[in-house]
């Protein structure tokens, strides 16, 4: 995966939190990266400011590009992540069907 679209994914777990969406492990690791950055405070406040704003979100995701370029191990923890499921479920039984043996 190139850092464009790495960029992208993450960034498009940040704007669906700032649409209502419950927040993501990947939308609080982008959110802590950006914060530690004057362009990705800038680019977060534009962002909250205006959540719907293509340019504000080309600001993020542009902030996020710079990140992932800059630094393998947050690239490599943003794509763990991405690819993570959702759910995990440990310790449970799972029914498919309408039919249980035994």
Do not use: K
């Not at 996020?64 to 191990?73: A, P, Q, V, W």
């Amino acid at each position: 995966m190139d850092q464009n679209d790495l960029a992208a994914m993450a960034a498009q777990a940040l704007f669906s939190v700032l649409g209502g969406a419950a927040s993501t492990a990947v939308s609080q690791l982008t959110q802590d990266r950006l914060n530690r950055s004057a362009r990705g405070r800038a680019a977060l406040d534009g962002l909250n400011a205006s959540p719907g704003d293509p340019a504000a979100q080309r600001d993020v995701q542009a902030a996020l590009t710079d990140e992932i370029s800059g630094d393998s191990e947050f690239a490599d923890r943003l794509t763990v992540l991405l690819h993570t499921p959702a759910q995990q479920i440990t310790g449970s039984v799972v029914i498919t069907g309408s039919r249980v043996r035994h």
